[in-house]
């Protein structure tokens, strides 16, 4: 028996034959005939079933099931997305300036502190008392000018008297009147005032000079004395305290401990050297937006702008350093936080989208099957572009309204007739929701 050619072939016993030619048939051979040409007739039924459904098949009756979803057009930002570092705007170290006992601490580890909010206080008497002792030396230094003065012009005035008395001794000379050795004797007494006058106005300029080292003593001791009082720099979140209250520090050695700036804040991170030129391009038309979000917290994203590039590739891994800025005024992002950074480029418009699994990988590369209006479907390859969360931008190979193919793909082949689960090929079926994951899937028919 062979079912392609309905065929059926059926062996009958031997039938005896008498001297007259008849045929005769006896009992047991009628009863073997019946029952053999019964079972004949039932797989002769059989084939027949077979060879039709298998026909059937053959020409598209049985469609295959599959989920579809529409292409859509929608504005897309073009972003490269990275992992970042979150660093401080500004670090200060507080260290202690003058050497002394700490005697005073004004905050709690972890406080925000205030540019010139009080911190720490050292002992600062010492330093009082240095000051007292330069001031007492000033005064002395002022007194001493004064009595330099006083000697400028008492010595002043007895070199005029002298000088005139030379000059008057020098005439009588000339008329014969004094002798020369009395001339010469108020000549040389004259010159002995002009040179006291002389030592007058050097002893002056000594006491204005230390006049002046004693006053820049008591500025440099009035510094040192405000160093015992130490304020905070900048605004900020104080850490963690390295020196208790009534410890002793030393000047210059001694961290106290540091303020980190967190508003604003900067995320560092790197790209590739191939966005590069692009990244330029785009920042000539104006500030480039940053978005930075703690990892799997996405309600704590903070938006700021690229304010840094480096100024050298990096050449062991091919990437270049930035840095956006951002306000941070709910101090969401914290110093040393690892965070995904996306650096929008532009925003394309009226870009095709379709959602992510419609697209699939080829040996020649990626390819969808699009479904046409007579429900069969059609192998596209295609070209696509940037990915935003469960859909992908599609360059080139299809255009909006068609219909593509999101699940069922393996049991498809190029003029494939299927049938859609969900019935959104049927007049008000309406559009498949984009961008929440996957279509929504109704139930298969029973």
Not at 139 to 145: G, S
Not at 274 to 296: H, N, R
Not at 366 to 373: L, S
Not at 396 to 404: H, N, R, S, Y
């Amino acid at each position: 028996m062979t079912a392609s050619s309905n065929a059926f072939i059926l062996q009958l016993p031997a039938i005896r034959t008498d001297f007259h030619g008849d045929y005769k048939l006896n009992l047991s051979h009628r009863k073997v005939f019946l029952s053999i040409l019964l079972l004949g007739l039932a797989l002769l039924g059989g084939c027949t079933s077979k060879g039709a459904s298998a026909n059937d098949r053959k020409r598209g009756d049985g469609a295959v099931p599959v989920v579809v979803s529409t292409v859509t057009q929608k504005d897309v930002p073009v972003e490269i997305q990275v992992i970042g570092n979150v660093e401080a705007y500004s670090t200060i170290t507080v260290k202690a300036q003058v050497s002394g006992e700490l005697t005073k601490v004004f905050f709690h580890e972890g406080d925000y502190v205030k540019k010139n909010d009080p911190l720490f206080t050292i002992d600062p008497r010492s330093y009082d008392a240095q000051m007292k002792q330069a001031e007492a030396n000033l005064a002395r230094d002022t007194a001493m000018l004064g009595q330099a003065r006083a000697n400028l012009a008492r010595d002043t005035a007895n070199e005029q008297y002298a000088k005139a008395q030379s000059d008057r001794y020098a005439r009588l000379f000339q008329e014969g009147v004094m002798s020369r050795e009395q001339t010469e004797q108020v000549r040389t007494s004259a010159d002995a005032s002009s040179q006291a006058v002389a030592a007058d106005r050097a002893a002056i300029e000594s006491a204005q000079a230390q006049m002046a080292a004693t006053q820049a003593s008591i500025d440099n001791m009035k510094v040192q004395v405000g160093y015992t009082q130490i304020h905070s720099p900048i605004d900020g979140r104080t850490g963690n305290l390295m020196v208790k209250q009534g410890n002793v520090v030393t000047a210059n050695a001694t961290d106290l401990m540091t303020i980190t700036q967190v508003q604003p804040i900067y995320a560092t991170f790197s790209v590739p050297e191939s966005f590069l030129a692009q990244i330029k391009g785009f920042m000539d038309q104006g500030k480039l937006k940053v978005e930075a979000t703690p990892q799997d917290t996405e309600a704590l994203r903070e938006v700021g702008v690229l304010t840094f590039i480096d100024n050298m590739v990096d050449a062991n891994t091919g990437t270049i350093k930035m840095k956006g800025t951002f306000a941070n005024g709910d101090r969401k992002l914290w110093p040393g936080q690892f965070v995904k950074v996306k650096l929008r480029l532009t925003t394309s418009q009226n870009a095709l989208v379709v959602p992510n699994q419609a697209v699939q990988n080829g040996q020649d590369g990626q390819f969808v099957y699009v479904v046409k209006p007579d429900k069969t479907v059609e192998f596209r390859p295609v070209v696509t572009g940037a990915r935003l969360d469960q859909e992908l931008v599609v360059q080139k190979g299809l255009q909006p309204g068609e219909t593509v193919v999101t699940e069922g793909q393996l049991r498809l082949a190029p003029g494939t007739k299927v049938s859609l689960r969900d019935d959104r090929m049927k007049p008000g079926g309406g559009r498949p929701k984009m961008g929440g994951g996957r279509p929504e899937r109704s139930k298969p028919p029973v």
